[in-house]
């Protein structure tokens, strides 16, 4: 489906040049484990394979960033810190702050 993938790819694009520098952050998987971004991860998967086959790797990097911000958040309120931001993983905004 070329013009679900070229879809795709735009939305990330929008998103990574008019968005996401305005948010000021990283998402918690990029904060956490450090190397590129969900929207970076994601764009790169559609590009290689295709948006419906790379869906169950999407999922999972989306798991696994909701998963760092639990150890961020965690980590966070053992040392006193809070939390600040939102994460840019799957529909529901979560809320983070590193540091």
Known sequence: MPSLNTAVL????LYQRWLSP???F???HAAFFG???CSAAVRRLVAERGALA???DI???FHTCAQAYGHL???A???GGSVRGVCCCGPVPIPFRCG
Not at 10 to 13: A, C, E, T, V
């Open 77 to 79: 309120q053992a040392t």
């Open 73 to 75: 958040t965690g980590a």
């Open 26 to 28: 990283r998402c918690a």
């Open 22 to 24: 305005l948010k000021g």
């Open 54 to 56: 790379a869906r169950p």
């Open 35 to 37: 190397g590129e971004s």
């Open 59 to 61: 999922a999972a990097r």
């Open 10 to 13: 735009s939305s990330i694009d």
